[in-house]
T-cell receptor, first 110, second 113 residues
């Protein structure tokens, strides 16, 4: 079945850029997603990218998709303490559901 | 704004009890999902529903059942709660014509003692 892998932790200093990486096994997903989960909260859709795109930019967020390597990344520019959260990469499964990675916990140090 | 609500934020039940977790969405979405989230395991799909009275098993349906009698409501049922079902349960919904936008509820943290 589909597998989505991401590193579990990332620590950056406030003002730096954060890059969270994700790899997946099945390239048939039409959309690929990044979700954010703040402590004690549900998941919030941060951004998504259509599979025929290489890049999508949305304010401080840049998503890069390398279909050949099955690699998705999320770059957060000028990272703030409010960006501290768990970030989940997700792809669509064959039944239309989402398949999530285990999540990357981003810690932002002042 | 899409709103997905779950009946409880925190729930404590005893082993063997029948547990109902309720999820309600107010955007007339056809598709609804139940996930559980555990540290180090991420989110795993339990059941989902394409529309009223429809249900499909996800990756970990054992020990769970679901009910979708009305479009806005999707219930997760633990027939006989066990300690290994202690987890965070997340409900989600989406419009079948906008599959790229899946909205999550705040979650129910269930503890089975």
């Amino acid at each position: 079945g589909e597998d989505v892998e991401q590193s579990l932790f990332l620590s950056v200093r406030e003002g730096d850029s954060s890059v969270i990486n994700c790899t997946y096994t099945d390239s048939s997903s039409t959309y690929l997603y990044w979700y954010k989960q703040e402590p004690g909260a549900g998941l919030q859709l941060l951004t998504y990218i259509f599979s025929n795109m290489d890049m999508k930019q949305d304010q401080r967020l840049t998503v890069l998709l390398n279909k050949k390597d099955k690699h998705l990344s999320l770059r957060i520019a000028d990272t703030q303490t409010g960006d501290s959260a768990i970030y989940f990469c997700a792809v669509q499964g064959s039944q239309g559901n989402l398949i999530f990675g285990k999540g990357t916990k981003l810690s932002v140090k002042p | 704004d899409v709103k997905v609500t779950q009946s409880s934020r925190y729930l404590v039940k005893r082993t063997g009890e029948k547990v109902f977790l309720e999820c309600v969405q107010d955007m007339d979405h056809e598709n609804m999902f139940w996930y559980r989230q555990d540290p180090g395991l991420g989110l795993r799909l339990i059941y989902f529903s394409y529309d009223v009275k429809m249900k499909e098993k996800g990756d970990i349906p054992e020990g769970y059942s679901v009910s979708r009698e009305k479009k806005e409501r999707f219930s997760l049922i633990l027939e006989s709660a066990s300690t290994n079902q202690t987890s965070m349960y997340l409900c989600a919904s989406r419009d079948r014509g906008r599959i790229y936008e899946q909205y999550f509820g705040p979650g129910t943290r269930l503890t089975v003692t």
